[in-house]
């Protein structure tokens, strides 16, 4: 632009803010003018040198450049500022700088009158952009910002590697940026960029950008992304990649470690827990194969040593005459409760029945006091009863101390990923892949449930099991021997309490009473009542007896 035309431009500016505004004044009345000489190198150096011109005296001047730029979406950019330097009417000025969390904060006295002339460098501020016709090497930064002062003019002057292709300017407020009032240069004449604006109010800001041909000026943007659920589950080919290798990866380690340590050994054939044996024309007899009881059973079928496999114990003592179970006569409504009473019973005991009988002890007990009677002595019972069941081959290890080895590794499974998932999501967009790292921690969890794994001789016992629990629901109850109705099926009464088929059997006892008019507070060697009591009575008190039991134990 030729000088006439430009000097008239200014002229027409000057007037134009004469007529218009009143120009902004900081406390204390003084204001400034400000002209910028801004270098753009081809390494992407902003060199600037700032000259302020005071209205009047101030004791201190401060200025504040930031250290990142504002939000723009989910990203911001970093930059970095040095190379601070000022001089004051020509002389070198004493400079402070102080870095705060809103940026670089820059004081000097300028101890009597002119131009204040500030210098620095910029990285960061050049970065790769889109432009009317491609790619080019685009410098952006507020020439003018963070000055507590009011401006009435200002003038920014930029100088690059060569001409430019776009010029940019906005001043105003901080986020409420508009036009700058002049931008001239970039043509032939005039190649270099000039800005003018003003008059600017206390802290507002002018933001220069300039384009150049790409590959004439390094690009130093340092980009930073804010946290948001947007960005922290970015949905692409390569999140969704990863989370898909590793569910399928997890998966199949979890099913490689559920089959080497949890599912059971492959078997084709069961092992016979009882049968019933015939004995006489429609008549059979109940046995028991190897002197499995019924907490065996229950232990081997759900790998746990619950309430329900003791009481059967209980039962089976009872029945082999090891125990007498005794109902009290009660008055009213008052609380039924029966006495466990200690005898000799002459077959052989198994370590955890043994163990169960020791804690009863000698004296009768009431099944009400079980819980203070077994106190503190009914976890030594089912460690009798998980160390008879692997003694006996049926598991490699004690299901219990498996379940809790892998239950342990599945909560430190959790904790991890839950940290690594609290780290993904924070610092990266891996989102989805936190997801697949908690889903396939809690799978390993739940997994851990089912790691007991039994030997092959256990995995037959358990088909044998299945086996007598399906006898136990079909076969005829009246095939009996006759006259040993009672003995029989006591014998498989607590095996039917464990696998089921209770009911049926206890129907059929109560069937095999013939005097139905008489008490039958004796019948029962293992079971006796009050002298009004009647076999007819025998399922509601054992029903009851039973559910009463796994209540004093659940509430130990």
Excluded: N
């Amino acid at each position: 632009m030729p000088w006439p035309v430009r000097a008239l431009t200014l002229l027409a500016a000057v007037v134009l803010g004469l007529l218009g505004a009143t120009p902004a004044r900081a406390e204390g009345g003084a204001t400034a003018q400000v002209r910028v000489e801004a270098t753009v190198t081809p390494e992407g150096v902003l060199q600037v040198s700032q000259t302020v011109t005071l209205s009047e005296p101030v004791d201190e001047f401060t200025q504040t450049f930031r250290l990142r730029s504002r939000p723009s979406g989910a990203s911001y950019h970093r930059y970095g500022i040095d190379e601070f330097s000022a001089t004051l009417a020509g002389e070198a000025a004493d400079l402070t700088t102080t870095t705060r969390a809103s940026g670089i904060e820059v004081t000097a006295a300028p101890d009597g009158t002119g131009p204040l002339r500030l210098s620095y460098e910029v990285t960061g501020a050049t970065r790769l952009a889109q432009g009317a016709d491609g790619d080019i090497a685009y410098a952006e930064w507020p020439l003018l910002q963070g000055l507590p002062l009011g401006v009435t003019e200002f003038e920014a002057l930029v100088s690059g590697p060569a001409t430019p292709q776009l010029m940019d300017c906005t001043a105003g407020p901080p986020g409420a940026l508009g036009d700058c009032a002049i931008v001239e240069g970039g043509t032939f004449d005039q190649p270099e960029p000039v800005f003018h604006d003003g008059p600017l109010d206390p802290g507002d800001e002018v933001l220069i950008g300039v384009g150049y041909p790409a590959g004439t000026v390094a690009a130093t943007a340092d980009v930073g992304e804010l946290w948001s659920l947007d960005r922290a589950f970015t949905v692409s080919w390569p999140t969704v990649t990863a989370t898909l290798l590793l569910v399928v990866a997890g998966g199949a380690a979890l099913l490689l470690l559920y089959r080497g340590g949890g599912r059971d050994a492959s078997v084709h054939e069961a092992t016979p827990i009882a049968s019933f044996v015939p004995v006489g024309a429609g008549e059979s007899e109940f046995r028991v194969a190897d002197d499995v009881r019924p907490g065996h059973v229950g232990t081997v079928a759900d790998e746990r040593v619950d309430p329900i496999d003791i009481t059967a114990t209980l039962l089976d003592l009872a029945v082999r005459g090891h125990l007498r179970i005794t109902e009290l006569p009660r008055e009213g409504h008052g609380i039924l409760d029966w006495a466990l009473e200690h005898r000799d019973g002459a077959d052989r005991l198994a370590p955890f029945e043994s163990e169960l009988l020791a804690a009863l002890g000698t004296q009768a007990v009431l099944v009400s006091r079980l819980p203070q009677r077994l106190a503190g002595r009914l976890g030594p019972i089912q460690d009798a009863l998980y160390d008879d069941v692997v003694a006996r081959g049926w598991f490699q290890r004690r299901p219990d101390s498996t379940r809790s080895s892998w239950r342990t590794r599945g909560y430190l499974a959790v904790v991890a990923a839950a940290v690594a998932g609290v780290l993904l999501i924070a610092f990266t967009g891996q989102g989805l892949v936190a997801l697949a790292l908690l889903g396939l921690a809690g799978a390993l969890l739940i997994v851990s449930g089912y790691m007991p794994r039994r030997t092959a001789s256990g995995a037959r016992l358990l088909a044998g099991l299945d086996a007598l629990a399906a006898l136990l629901a079909t076969h005829p109850t009246d095939e009996t021997p006759r006259g040993r109705e009672l003995e029989q099926i006591s014998a498989l009464l607590p095996y039917a309490v464990v696998l089921g088929g209770k009911q049926r059997w206890l129907a059929a006892l109560v069937a095999a009473d013939e005097d139905v008019a008489a008490p039958d507070p004796t019948t029962l060697d293992w079971y006796h009542a009050p002298r009004t009591w009647h076999l007819q009575d025998l399922p509601a008190s054992l029903t009851q007896f039973i559910h009463t039991v796994q209540g004093a134990l659940y509430s130990r």
